[in-house]
């Protein structure tokens, strides 16, 4: 026998407000500090404070899910898609325009996928501009013989944040007949 579905009209654990004692929080004040003390600003945070920033917390993410549902509804769904809190609510609120940045849009797998590789290219691209650079200047001579290692990974950032490494350098030679290693 399977439990009966809720109706429509009747109220879910989780669509009515739910009652807790004063001073409490549905987030651990623990964490709340250790995420207010990993910013390199902040020395000290009392209680109050730290509650504070939970508390307000919950009413932000209260506010961003209730606006995703109001956009779901508006499309007659039951279900709040990602879609929903971004492109809608970031998008559109101006109450969450900061977030535009911090939350990203959705992009069809090929885009996505395309994007990385440009970026990929660009990495390579300034990693061996950089090498030229060096070799030209005898900038990084000193460092690259102090270690006994071939020249160092070459690593470059780019605006999407994502790293390229060149691993074939970064091992130290091995003399063996199949593989030569040149530094």
Do not use: H, W
Not at 114 to 133: F, K, V
Not at 143 to 171: C, F, H, P, V, Y
């Amino acid at each position: 026998m399977q439990p009966s579905m809720p109706s429509a009209d009747s109220p879910t654990p989780t669509a009515s407000k739910i009652e807790r004692a004063a001073g409490t929080t549905f987030l651990p004040i623990a964490r709340v500090k250790r995420i207010i003390k990993e910013d390199k600003d902040v020395s000290l945070i009392n209680a109050e404070a730290t509650f504070c920033v939970a508390y307000a917390t919950e009413l932000f993410m209260e506010y961003l899910a209730n606006e995703g549902f109001a956009k779901a509804k508006k499309e007659k769904r039951k279900t709040v898609y990602y879609k929903d809190l971004v492109a809608s609510v970031v998008s559109e609120v101006d109450q969450f325009e900061f977030l535009e940045d911090v939350i990203p849009q959705t992009m069809p797998l090929k885009s996505a996928l395309e994007r990385r590789r440009e970026a990929l290219d660009d990495a390579e691209y300034q990693g061996e501009s950089n090498q030229l650079t060096k070799k030209s200047t005898g900038e990084g001579a000193a460092d690259t013989e102090s270690n006994g290692m071939a020249e160092d990974t070459q690593m470059a950032d780019d605006d999407s944040g994502l790293q390229n490494i060149d691993q074939s350098e970064t091992a130290p030679a091995q003399e063996s007949s199949d593989m030569m290693v040149e530094s």
